[in-house]
C-alpha cells in the first residue's frame, strides 16, 4: 500500500511540475485532437470561401481595405460558434495555431477563440481574440513575453493581415474599455492574469500594420 501511495505522490508531484513548468497533460492531449480537427475543418473552409459570388463583391469595391472588410462581412454570414475560421502566428513567442470563433468554455478547449461581439480581422473597429495560459495548449501562455513591434499575423480565408504590437497591459476582468472602438483597425488578444489564476487580465494591444495578401479573385477588374 505504502509502495501504491508513493507511486501515486511521485505521479501527481510530476503532473504538477509539467503544469508548472509548461502546462497542464490532460487538457493539453484533449486540445491537441481537438486542433488536428480544426486544422482539417480550416482547410475545408479556405476552399469554399470566399465564394465566386464574394469575389464578385469585393471586385466592385475599391482599395485593398475595402474588398477586405466586404469578404470579411460575408465570410461572418456562414460562421458559426466552436468553427475553426482562421490562424493566429505570433513568431516571437513560438505561436502557429488555429483559432475559432467563440469564447465559451468549449470554444476556447479547441483553441484561441474570437469574441462574437467584436468585428472580424480586416473589418473597422477593434478586434479581439481570447487563449489559454496554462491549459489547453497553452497558446496564449507567453503574452506577457510581447514586445513593442512585434508582428502578429492573423491568417483568414479571406486574406492575411500583420499587426504590431504596441503594449501590454493588466487589467480587471470586467474592464470592458479594451474592446473600446480605435481609430484605426486594433487587434486585442486577452488571456488570464497572472499564471493558474483567474483575477486579472493581459492585454496586448496591436495595431493593423498591412494587408498581406487577398484572393486574386478578389483583385481581378470587372472589365
Known sequence: MSLALITAGIAILADVATTLLWQEPASSLYASVQQHNANAELSELEQESPTSADLRAARRVPGISGKVR?????????VDDGQAIGRVVIPSIDVDIVMVQGTNTDDLAKGPGHYSST???GQLGTTAIAGHRTTYLAPFRHLDSLDQGDTVQVEMPYATLDYRIEKTRVVQPTDVGILRRASHQRLVLTACHPLYSASERIVAFARL????SVPAGAMRSTG
Open 70 to 78: 466586404t469578404l470579411a462581412g460575408l465570410f461572418t454570414q456562414r
Open 119 to 121: 468585428p472580424f480581422p
Open 209 to 212: 500594420a498591412r494587408i498581406r
